[in-house]
């Protein structure tokens, strides 16, 4: 969720018995923070939701100046889950200078936050891009349609989201909807304090 769906009604959100767990963007890049993570992350711990925060990862800005932003935004007291980062450009970068700039920025947000986080990609984008090189990486696919995603080197799926066209009682418009892959469970990615 962010600034895209308005407002929320979490208090609705949080009465749905499905719903378990919300990641929320905080920030992007160098310098954009979601003006409704505020607001969100608090209001989605007040009606018990499990929340954990992304930042979107734009791979020609500087890397410590993006954990920067995100650190500011994303205070480890307030998450239940581990950080996502979401990687679905190149900045026009080839293949391996994208794999160096990523590997460059999780590095320093594992320092930051002694933890590894989660990846958020497409599935198109991670076998033209990423194939062989998040190892050690709970990897969240995205692919929207009935089709479970089929990663190129043949790594696990944590998560799958299947759908941006997804309805909860609570939310204006459509979000994301997702679902665990095989046996993991929410435990693996839960944030250690």
């Known amino acids: ?76 007291q307030d998450q239940d889950l581990v950080p ?25 947000l594992e320092r930051e936050y002694r933890q590894k986080p989660l990846i958020y990609t497409y599935e198109s984008f991670y076998n033209s891009y990423l194939t062989n090189q998040l190892g050690g990486y709970k990897l969240f696919i995205a692919k929207y349609n009935s089709q479970k995603p089929v990663l190129r080197d043949g790594r696990d799926v944590f998560a799958w989201q299947y759908t941006s066209k997804g309805r909860i009682n609570g939310v204006t418009g459509y979000v994301d909807k997702s679902r665990l892959m095989g046996r993991h469970s929410m435990r693996e990615i839960r944030f250690r304090h």
């Not at 969100?40 to 007040?46: D, E, F, K, P, V």
């Not at 990687?87 to 990523?102: F, K, P, V, Y």
């Open 1 to 76: 969720m962010s600034h895209y769906q308005g407002n929320v009604w979490w208090e609705t959100v949080g009465a749905n018995s499905k719903m378990y767990y919300v990641y929320l963007k905080a920030s992007e890049g160098g310098d954009n923070i979601d003006r409704r993570y505020l607001e969100n992350i608090t209001l989605a711990r007040r009606y018990g939701l499990k929340v954990g925060s992304y930042h979107f990862y734009r791979p020609t800005k500087p890397q410590a100046e993006q954990v920067r932003n995100f650190r500011t935004q994303c205070r480890p």
């Open 84 to 108: 996502m980062v979401d990687i679905e450009t190149t900045g026009g970068l080839g293949r391996a200078e994208l794999c160096d700039s990523l590997h460059k920025f999780l590095r320093l």
